[in-house]
């Protein structure tokens, strides 16, 4: 008979039902899955010889779905900071992926991203990067739940040469890890000004054969609305929406310029919506509309962007930004509460990845991706609402357990599939390499 273990939490926080907190309840896990919800004294008697986990100072929540992010781009952090988002990539950000981006590049730095993001208690990333079979090794070596996001692009690599080559490449990785646990793929269109309509429409094509999500930087910036205004006469959103993209299928990364009748159309057609508050912060892009979104029914995650953007791979940072960004900008003290960006973190985020039946809420017959934080610690006292209190107060490093597909891979804040100090050792190794270079 497999293991059960018990999770003994002060506060359960489901996700579902909304704003819903149970106290004195216990988390039994079997496997992979959760198998039961019920209040403690019945799960110590019928859970008896059960691994039995204490954790009376905690909050026990589902992971984080980080909803966009290029996880591999943490060996390029702070490489080029406080740059317009055009001049960073054009000057700084592809030249360096130029000359250093390959297949271990990619390993050891998504392997890297997802040591920090396990740390801060996100437990799926929806990937956009090269390399595809980097990234999903990086995955499965790690533990985390890893879609991975097979860019396109029309220009040259040293990844690949042309639209046709990304797109052969990201259907040869789908097939050799189809059955690996914890990865999946979607195809990531980089952006309306760097992909062609014929390619698009490939990518549309493809999608519905090989059953593949769409993810695509969408009105990042001002600028990429006024070439396309200059090249095609519409806006992207529209030219897309012409070609077909927009559906349910699609998770539009950014969406900070989006107008009224934009919002509207990204409702009919089921679009969702992964807002970056960080990077769009960080690089001046704007901000986005989240709260006039959700409000005509959108689907709104949040992601974190790369960390070279970020410059921190902190969803329990971002989703606190996200809820202050939403009052700020609707002048709307009660929008975006404090559930509702707990949700954005967990809930919407797998509802974007067609997962929602899986993750992002603790429910028996769902998967054990889980989360502890430690609400005991002096920053987040005293405690009258333990949603509130993680949403607003508490940081990442109070995430204290975390595990995914029922596997534990934190411990009280010690990793225990990677080790850190490899991490850090090969990412000191990168950093030489890039600054060697940098100087010659």
């Not at 309840?25 to 008896?48: C, F, G, N, W």
């Not at 900071?81 to 054009?90: E, G, P, V």
């Not at 000004?193 to 014929?198: F, I, L, W």
Request: negative net charge; contains cysteine; charged residues 20%.
């Amino acid at each position: 008979m497999t293991q059960i273990t018990c999770l003994h939490p002060a506060y359960l926080i489901p996700i579902e039902p909304e704003a819903s907190v149970l106290l004195k309840h216990t988390l039994v896990m079997q496997d992979e899955k959760i198998i039961a919800i019920l209040p403690e004294s019945d799960a110590r008697q019928r859970y008896p010889d059960a691994n039995h986990i204490i954790l009376d100072k905690h909050a026990l929540l589902p992971g984080f779905v980080n909803l966009h992010a290029h996880s591999a781009m943490s060996l390029l952090r702070g490489l080029a900071d406080d740059l317009a988002l055009m001049d960073w990539l054009n000057d700084h950000i592809w030249p360096a992926e130029k000359k250093h981006v390959n297949d271990d590049f990619v390993f050891d730095g998504t392997v890297y991203a997802m040591g920090e993001m396990l740390r801060g208690g996100t437990t799926t990333v929806n990937d956009m990067y090269f390399h595809n079979d980097a990234v999903a090794r990086a995955g499965i070596h790690s533990g985390m739940r890893t879609i991975v996001g097979c860019s396109v692009l029309e220009f040259p690599t040293g990844y690949a040469q042309n639209a046709d080559e990304y797109l052969a490449k990201a259907i040869a990785a789908k097939s050799e890890f189809d059955n690996q646990q914890g990865v999946t793929f979607r195809l990531a269109p980089h952006a309306p000004y760097t992909v062609a309509d014929e390619t698009f429409r490939k990518i549309i094509a493809l999608s519905e054969q090989h059953n593949m999500g769409i993810h695509c930087h969408i009105h990042e910036t001002s600028q990429e609305i006024n070439d396309s205004l200059k090249q095609y006469g519409i806006r992207p959103l529209k030219r897309l929406h012409n070609l077909g993209l927009l559906s349910h299928q699609l998770i539009a990364a950014h969406m900070v310029h989006a107008n009224d009748e934009e919002i509207v159309m990204l409702a009919q057609t089921g679009v969702h919506v992964a807002h970056n508050p960080a990077s769009n912060l960080k690089l001046a892009s704007g901000f986005a509309p989240v709260y006039a979104m959700q409000m005509a029914g959108i689907n709104v995650g949040i992601g974190t962007d790369g960390a070279a953007s970020n410059n921190k791979l902190d969803l329990l940072g971002d989703l606190r930004m996200a809820a202050l960004l939403a009052k700020a900008q609707s002048n709307n003290p009660t929008a975006l509460n404090a559930h509702a960006a707990l949700k954005m973190a967990t809930l919407s985020g797998a509802k974007a990845l067609g997962m929602d039946q899986e993750i992002g809420s603790l429910m028996p017959g769902k998967l054990a991706d889980v989360i502890a934080i430690d609400l005991s610690a002096i920053e987040t006292q005293p405690l009258y609402d333990p949603i509130s209190q993680i949403v607003y107060a508490a940081s990442r490093d109070q995430v204290s357990h975390v595990w995914v597909h029922g596997q534990c891979l934190m411990f009280n804040r010690g990793l225990t599939r990677l080790d850190e100090e490899e991490l850090i050792g090969k990412v000191s190794w990168w950093q030489q390499r890039v600054k060697n270079q940098i100087t010659q």
